[in-house]
């Protein structure tokens, strides 16, 4: 067994066609309190897809169910990787983000060749960064580094 990269899952992410009627979805199974913190202009820096500066925009809610927070987003535009998912994949889940062992995650990705898809920073969130673990795992694994406050 190699080292241990995955600590904790942290998000399940789903990318939905319309943010507000999969919230209501939602709500009818008893998940929420819901909040909304759209990825645009205003509050996204420093974003890539596949290695090249896209601004990219989506809308955004949050909810808790335990301990794990659940992700719907919505792309507004067609650059993000979230926009080529819904159009090859329709509805469903994107990626996890996760708590890691970030030297390993490097030394993994680096010696399984796995590129980073998108990433970004979000103004009073942190830097984001989606790596490609689709062959090895089936999904996205998405990594975070909060700011400090």
């Known amino acids: 067994m190699g080292p241990v990269v995955i600590q904790k899952i942290l998000q399940l992410n789903i990318v939905v066609e ?3 009627k999969s919230v209501k979805n939602f709500e009818a199974y008893g998940v929420g309190p ?3 913190d759209d990825g645009t202009s205003e509050v996204l820096r420093d974003r890539q897809t596949y290695g090249e ?3 990219y ?3 955004a809610a ?3 169910i335990g301990d794990v927070e659940l992700e ?3 792309p507004i535009d067609e650059k993000s990787d979230y926009a080529r998912f819904l159009k ?3 509805q469903g889940v994107h990626h996890i983000a996760i708590r890691d062992n970030r030297k390993a995650l490097h030394e993994v990705a680096s010696e399984r060749g796995i590129p980073v898809i998108q990433s970004g920073y979000w103004i009073g969130f942190g830097r984001y960064t989606y790596y490609d673990t689709r062959k090895d795992l ?3 694994l998405e990594t975070y580094d909060l700011d400090k406050k």
């Open 88 to 90: 090859e994949h329709g």
């Open 57 to 59: 925009e989506f809308y």
């Open 72 to 74: 719907l987003i919505q």
């Open 34 to 36: 819901w909040v909304r």
């Open 53 to 55: 500066a896209r601004d």
């Open 138 to 140: 089936g999904l996205i």
């Open 62 to 64: 949050f909810a808790m």
């Open 18 to 20: 319309d943010i507000e």
